[in-house]
């Protein structure tokens, strides 16, 4: 059974940049389409960034593009979400997610809080 695990939410000031890890264990995720949400407070889950398992393929929310990079390391089972230029509007819980069974995201990690002060 796979596992996904995040880390590299903290603290950060407007303008700074984050580096989200979301680690599968269990079993290779290669073949997986994976992504990033959020959810902010009082609000409800958005979607981020995605990644295609296939081809590489990323697609970002127009809140995001241009400042977020979606990757991801086969040989690490891990997915990365680079985030530069931190807006207090980005503040909220991560998660990382993998589509396990198409076409939704089926697989949940627990969240890493990123907070943007200014």
């Known amino acids: 059974q796979v596992q996904l695990v995040e880390s590299g939410g903290g603290l950060v000031q407007v303008g700074g940049s984050l580096r989200l890890s979301c680690v599968a264990s269990g079993r290779t995720y290669s073949n997986y389409n994976m992504g990033w949400f959020r959810q902010a407070p009082g609000k409800e889950r958005e979607f981020v960034a995605a990644?295609?398992?296939?081809?590489?393929?990323?697609y970002y929310a127009n809140s995001g593009k241009g400042r977020f990079t979606i990757s991801s390391d086969n040989a690490k089972n891990t997915a990365y979400l680079q985030m530069n230029s931190l807006k207090p509007e980005d503040t909220a819980i991560y998660y990382c997610a993998a589509m396990i069974s198409p076409p939704d995201f089926d697989l949940w990690g627990q969240g890493t809080q990123v907070t943007v002060s200014s």
């Open positions: 990644i295609s398992g296939s081809d590489g393929s990323t």
